[in-house]
Nanobody, 125 residues
Framework: VQLEESGGGLVQAGGSLRVSCRAT????????MGWFRQTPGKGRIFVAA????????YYADSVKGRFTISRDHAKNEVYLQMSSLVPDDTAVYYC???????????????????WGQGTQVTVSS
């Protein structure tokens, strides 16, 4: 599975931005898609995940009510709609794919077998 993120950029605090992730290759054996973010010198932090099969979402507490994850079967794409952005949301956002959706493990980086290259999101104050 190859993952490619797009849609990052610069946005003012309070604004919105949507990042996308396109999956290609052998996509049949993954049911979970996740978004993580990373700032310099720190590890990747879980943001949200979604079941490819039934669309069930799972969010980190820090983004609940502000971010929405969704997927498009026909396009093989996953989206992260981000609203009410704050400077602390500034990070490189990574898309990841896992075989199985399980809320007990969706926040672990080790759950995911495939990762994209990331897209930068910068929120200015």
């Amino acid at each position: 599975v190859q993952l490619e993120e797009s849609g990052g950029g610069l946005v003012q605090a309070g604004g919105s931005l949507r990042v996308s992730c396109r999956a290609t290759g052998d996509t049949f054996n993954r049911d979970a898609m996740g978004w993580f973010r990373q700032t310099p010198g720190k590890g990747r932090i879980f943001v949200a995940a979604i079941s490819w099969a039934n669309g069930r979402p799972y969010y980190a507490d820090s983004v609940k009510g502000r971010f929405t994850i969704s997927r498009d079967h026909a396009k093989n794409e996953v989206y992260l709609q981000m609203s009410s952005l704050v400077p602390d949301d500034t990070a490189v956002y990574y898309c990841a794919a896992a075989r199985r959706f399980d809320v007990a493990t969706m926040s672990w980086t080790t759950t995911y077998e495939h990762w994209g290259q990331g897209t930068q999101v910068t929120v200015s104050s």
